[in-house]
């Protein structure tokens, strides 16, 4: 950042009176331009025995697999912003479940929500940003080829936990030395 | 939003080529200025049968009763987030339990955490946000006088499930309607 949004003027890094951080101030209309981690929202798409992936279109890990996932958008839910990023990526619809998994991403200051989903039909296809869209079973999964780590992790407890017969919320932190997929 | 952050020439607000919503976009230099939902972090500091409470010495709401809570910064975790700001708020210390409350608030863009915490010591004191801070028992609380929705809804269930023993998560939404104290 390097120009106040509101009047244009340059904007400077301190300390604001009453803070303990820096935060970029306007040096002329003094507005205090604050800036937040964000989130990104997704689901597990389940139908029988297997769940939806896709493969990414896009840069980072463009070829690897994940989960529908994306960033929420101002005026929306956490449930509406996993089925709408459903919809976007594999044009699927689904019915949002239960949470599953709150992950802080601290070094990228991003949080993800994954949802358990219900798959309600089959007809998906890739959106823009997927090669490919598929149901895989626990034996299919591309382990080795998903993208993320922040996906990755919590499809381990979900299949493992499946088997169990009981979903428990997992809330966990991904530090930068552990993010590498 | 009016001028670009990056450049300072005008923003103009637009659907961007394959997108589907309005974003403001710079004239010059392309730059789309993404606007996202925020974070707000906060915890139940728990000691014996009594809860931490903080009236607030600020608008809105200010001389109403709340949790310790406020927008979560860069680079911290979410439970980080809630320490945080029961230690500016409260001046207490606090060691950090599960998630017990995601509530979304789509008409103001914000999303809430609450977690379960315990107090590790009575030796709090108002912050600069809160004009007194004290400890209440179920008996005890203002109910008539709690500054949020968003608050008060997950302590009528804490209340409740305390006394029945057993905590479950409780993902909701507040919707503009509902959210008049
Ligand atoms: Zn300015
Ligand atoms: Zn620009």
């Not at 976007?88 to 601290?106: C, H, K, M, Q």
């Not at 296809?125 to 780590?149: D, H, T, Y």
């Amino acid at each position: 950042m390097k120009y106040c949004s509101n009047c244009s003027a340059t904007v400077v890094l301190m300390i604001p009176e009453g803070d303990s951080l820096p935060r970029y101030v306007c040096s002329t209309c003094n507005i205090i331009h604050y800036q937040n981690p964000k989130m990104v929202v997704g689901c597990i798409p389940e139908w029988e025995d297997k769940i939806l992936l896709c493969k990414r279109a896009i840069e980072p890990r463009k070829g690897w697999w994940t989960l529908p996932a994306g960033f929420m958008e101002n005026n929306e839910t956490l449930a509406q912003a996993a089925a709408r990023e459903t919809l976007e990526e594999a044009n699927a619809r689904v019915e949002i479940g239960d949470l599953y998994a709150v992950y802080s991403l601290p070094h990228i200051s991003q949080v993800y929500f994954i949802f358990r989903a219900k798959l309600l039909d089959l007809d998906f296809k890739p959106g823009i940003e997927s090669l490919e869209v598929k149901l895989v079973s626990e034996q299919e999964m591309p382990w080795e080829e998903m993208a993320f780590r922040v996906i990755h992790d919590p499809l381990k407890h979900y299949f493992k936990e499946r088997n169990q017969g009981k979903f428990d919320l997992h809330v966990d932190v991904i530090n930068k030395a552990q993010n590498a997929p």
